[in-house]
């Protein structure tokens, strides 16, 4: 693992973490400093730091850490993360009392963060008592609100599939309680080994495999083996509750090599365009797979089977063979990750096995690829017609908006190796649509004896608490208000005519000044009681960001949130009042008075206001938490002695949704909200990737809390171990542990920067649009040569690192219509024109004309585009269409193994006439850095000009 091959001082300021929190009448800290090892503050004060600290410069790839060490780092960001605000203003974590019929045997008596009860794998049912008497009474019953029609895991984007689906599909690894029954395993279930092999590649491009059982937790790599479960040995056989002859043959067979790749080459077909699919080719980093955006762009217009689809596959960091240990798929990820994260990143139901004649069967050789797990268009096949079940349950059963059944599997390898596990008969799903307006119909369900476990809603709680039959659950997420501190202007570059994010339009939204001043929003943190919230909903109060469920240790079931850098993370910022759940009325009066002295200074408001906050909740029927939240922070601020004196209120403005997703889509994603209620869970075993959704600039794409910005330099941490601190932003130093990066003054470097010049059109109405480029390396090398000593040193690690070509360019040839999916938010639905190009060589096509200019054998010169009308004709919608310039195949760091878009350009046209015009093109992302902006990028390159 290299950490950094040169420590270049470059002298910056910043401020202590302190001086201003301290402002507001911060909670008095229980030590005077923290144990983290980095110190953090809002930008704003930046001005005031010590000149002896010296911003990053370097190599940094801190993804090989030990845990102990990237928990440091994660510390690092989460403190910036909770002195900044940007992890909203936390209320509960979603513990729960769940009721169990008294017929269940759970697999252990103690909740198992991270692994639950162990119902299904290692519980029983005492078949004597009946359940649901008139269907399925020796099933586990369980219930959903609604039937989605589809099991299609593939295809969705809600939990509720996802779930479904688990029943009757398996992943390479698992997990399985150990024996003490204090916590679990992880073992191979499609794999016959318990750990991937790391794979190794010598100058001659032979392949050495390595357990990965055997490597210490610091070694990493990017290519990775997992010896699959086929043939009878293996055990892994397919199962369908079908009558349909067609698919009754597949009932029994068992899996194929190829059935495993099948599973890659379809989900990932971009002509099918399934959303998990699109998501994969559109991910960074060691959750990504590198060749899938090709793979993706490559498939847009053929099915898998396809002699090009196959081509492109070859392309694709998947590729299956078989060796003295057996059949195996051998996968290539974005970024180099450790044993674990290899183990973790493929450990997905995506990539089980599926017969390649059985998808076509299914989807009419992929005219109807939606069909696959679904109902056809006609519903004369259903979801059990239509997919095969990899596991202990099969689908056996699906009456539309009535019930869903699974049947156990007695043919299952595990099952058949351990009949003590898997015992449970069936699943039996209750589609309970009053579960959706009633918090108590799936309890009074249970109360009936219908269901085998169900919720202790609120109206029941205080009754049944002690009850022998209820435990306590941990809750998975923690919910909070999200928080909206953007000034006007900050608002505007992130949504405004021409935000970053979306482009809603400059006067689209007004921000409020008093939510831009950070001592009335951390008075809002101070006023809520969340213990009393939370015990009387039967809930966890909760100041942390993540829930107890997010694991700093994976391998060993540490939870981030017992660790000392977690609770570092949290003393600047509420103090003592860790020990009230982050609550006191004084506390936040006296930042509340701060607030509104400033804003008078200000002229923001005046003696008299009313201000305003407008609260989005996810449904009417958290109208009594929203009351009760309101009514503290109005008690709070319309109480401290400023607004007495200046005869102040606050009023909240509760606001509700009509479904729970308008509030992200519709308020939080776009800024649209002063406090919105919501939470965003996943990848709870890689806390550290998942502090990405703090990003501003959206780079996940699940950004809620708006505000400060993350790219700023104002960030203290000692990545090198030296105990020297140095200058990051919150984004760099993120990236440099997640992936690795090339940092140059604290700022992310990309392997390029480039410039889009001017547009021309001749008399026959082609356009030549030039642009012009320079890599890394050339960009130091001048500035080395301006008397740079930084850029000096750096430049041969970035020739070591980057490795960029002319060949690297390419113009995508996906042409994209405005359509989205909300209000100015979304992805760009595509259609395909034009052909595709390989490099920068002049390609055969009447479409576009592609040249480059080399400067003394450096990357530096002009890229030159000519687009003619051909193939205009199949714009549609508003009939604006774009094109991508993209960078693909560069090595070195390894987030720059896949393709990247690095310009796009908006190309007009009359539909009538088929006249075009292009306009101004705008910048989407730095290539590699997920989100690294050009102003950024300005900052420390002068010699480059942002789009």
């Known amino acids: 693992m290299m950490r950094k091959k040169y420590a270049i001082p470059f002298v910056i300021a910043s401020a202590l973490a302190g001086i201003v929190l301290a402002s507001c009448g911060t909670p008095t800290s229980s030590s005077s400093s923290s144990s983290s090892s980095s110190s953090s503050s809002p930008a704003s004060s930046s001005s005031s730091a010590p000149a002896e600290v010296k911003a990053a410069n370097g190599v940094y790839d801190l993804t090989g850490l030990d845990y102990s060490e990237k928990t440091d780092v994660l510390g690092a960001l989460e403190k910036y993360a909770v002195d900044n605000m940007i992890t909203g203003l936390p209320i509960y974590q979603t513990d729960s009392y769940a009721a169990y019929n008294s017929r269940i045997t759970k697999g252990t008596d103690t909740y198992i963060t991270g692994y639950g009860f162990g119902i299904m794998r290692e519980g029983r049912i005492d078949s004597s008592v009946s359940v649901g008497a008139d269907s399925y009474p020796s099933y586990y019953h369980t219930y959903e609100t609604t039937d989605p029609a589809t099991i299609a895991y593939w295809d969705s984007d809600n ?303 205080s009754q049944y608490i002690d009850d022998p039959r209820v435990s306590k659950v941990s809750g998975t997420s923690v919910f909070k208000l999200n928080v909206n501190s953007c000034t006007q202007d900050a608002w505007n570059s992130l949504f405004g005519t021409n935000g970053s994010v979306a482009q809603l339009g400059d006067d689209y939204y007004t921000v409020k000044p008093w939510m831009s001043n950070d001592n009335f929003v951390k008075g809002l943190f101070y006023s809520i009681d969340r213990d009393n919230i939370a015990e009387a909903r039967g809930y966890g109060a909760s100041i942390d960001y993540f829930s107890d469920n997010y694991m700093s240790d994976p391998e060993n079931g540490i939870s981030y949130n017992t660790t000392e850098q977690h609770a570092a993370a949290l003393e600047d910022f509420w103090g003592d009042l860790v020990e009230t759940s982050g609550y006191s009325t004084t506390e936040a009066q006296s930042c509340f008075n701060t607030a509104i002295n400033e804003l008078l200074a200000a002229g923001s408001i005046e003696a008299g206001d009313e201000l305003t906050i407008d609260v989005w909740w996810m449904a009417t029927s958290q109208s009594a938490l929203a009351s009760e939240i309101g009514t503290y922070f109005a008690n709070a601020f319309d109480n401290c002695s400023a607004a007495q004196t200046n005869e102040l209120t606050l009023n909240v403005n509760n606001q509700y949704v009509t479904s ?152 995508s040839d996906d042409v994209k219509t405005n359509q989205y999916a909300g209000p100015a938010y979304g992805s760009r639905v595509g259609t395909s024109m034009g052909a595709k190009f390989s490099g920068l060589s002049l390609t055969a096509t009447s479409d576009y004309d592609l040249s480059v200019e080399s400067n003394a054998g450096l990357v530096s010169g002009s890229l030159v585009v000519t687009v003619t009308q051909a193939g205009f004709g199949e714009i549609v919608a508003d009939g604006k269409a774009y094109f991508d310039v993209c960078l693909s195949g560069v090595s070195g760091l390894s987030t720059l193994s896949t393709t990247y878009t690095i310009y796009e350009f908006n190309l007009a046209v009359d539909k009538t006439t088929g006249a075009y015009s292009i306009a101004d093109g705008y910048t989407l992302y730095t290539a590699g850095s997920a989100g690294t902006s050009y102003d950024a990028i300005e900052a420390v390159s002068s010699a480059s000009t942002a789009a």
């Not at 190794?200 to 997992?226: H, I, K, M, P, Q």
């Not at 044993?339 to 109807?368: C, H, I, Q």
């Not at 799903?429 to 579960?435: G, R, S, T």
């Open 159 to 461: 939990s509720l599939v996802s779930d479904l689906n688990s029943y009757i599909s398996a992943s390479y690894f698992g997990t399985k309680m150990n024996s003490s029954k204090t916590g679990y395993d992880w073992y191979g279930v499609l794999s016959t080994y318990d750990r991937p092999w790391l794979v190794t590649t010598d100058a001659s491009g032979n392949e050495t495999a390595t357990y990965g059982g055997d490597l210490d937790v610091t070694t990493t790599g990017d290519t990775w083996r997992v010896y699959v479960r086929t043939g009878e040995s293996g055990g892994v056989a397919y199962r369908t509750g079908s009558s349909l002859d067609s698919r009754k043959a597949y009932d029994g067979t068992y899996a194929t090599l190829d059935d495993y790749l099948t599973a890659f080459k379809v989900l990932l077909n971009g002509k099918y365009a399934y959303y998990r699919g699109n998501e994969i080719a559109t991910s960074s980093g060691g959750s990504s797979i590198s060749g899938a955006t090709e793979y993706y762009r490559a498939t847009a217009e053929c099915d898998p089977w396809d002699t090009a689809a196959e081509t492109a596959f070859e392309s694709l960091g998947v590729k299956g063979g078989t060796d003295s240990n057996g059949d195996y798929i051998q996968v290539t990820l974005g970024s180099a990750v450790n044993r674990f994260y290899a183990m973790y990143y493929l450990t997905s139901t995506f990539y089980e096995p599926l017969p390649m004649d059985f998808f076509k069967l299914v989807t009419n050789d992929g005219v109807d690829y939606d069909n696959f797990g679904s109902y056809n268009s006609t519903m004369a096949t259903t979801p059990v017609d239509n997919v095969l079940s990899v596991g202990p349950y099969y689908l056996s059963a699906w009456t539309p908006d009535v019930e869903i059944v699974y049947s156990r599997n007695p043919n299952w390898w595990e099952i058949k190796a351990d009949s003590d596990i898997y015992t449970i008969n069936g699943v039996y799903v209750d589609i309970l649509p009053a579960a959706s307006t009633s918090t108590t119909a799936a309890f009074d369900e249970w109360l009936a004896g219908n269901l085998d476990a169900a919720s202790v809603p609120l109206d029941y709680l």
């Open 660 to 811: 729970s997703l308008d509030v992200y889509y519709d308020h939080l994603m776009i800024g649209v909200f002063d406090l919105g209620f919501g939470s965003i869970t996943g990848n709870s075993l890689d806390p550290l990737n998942f502090m990405e959704v703090l990003k501003s600039n959206n780079s996940s794409g699940f950004t809620l809390n708006w505000g400060p910005d993350t790219s700023a330099l104002d960030l203290e941490y000692d990545a090198n171990g030296d105990g020297v601190d140095e200058i990051w932003s919150f984004d760099t130093l993120w990236a440099s542990a997640d992936h690795g990066v090339v940092v140059y003054n604290g700022v992310e470097l990309p392997p390029f920067v480039l410039s889009y010049g001017k547009t021309e059109y001749d008399d026959a109405g082609t356009a030549t649009l030039t642009f012009t480029y320079k890599d890394a390396y050339t960009e130091l090398y001048e500035l080395a040569q301006a008397g740079d000593a930084e850029a000096s040193a750096l430049a041969e690690e970035v020739a070591e690192q980057y490795t960029v070509t002319p060949a690297s360019f390419i113009l």
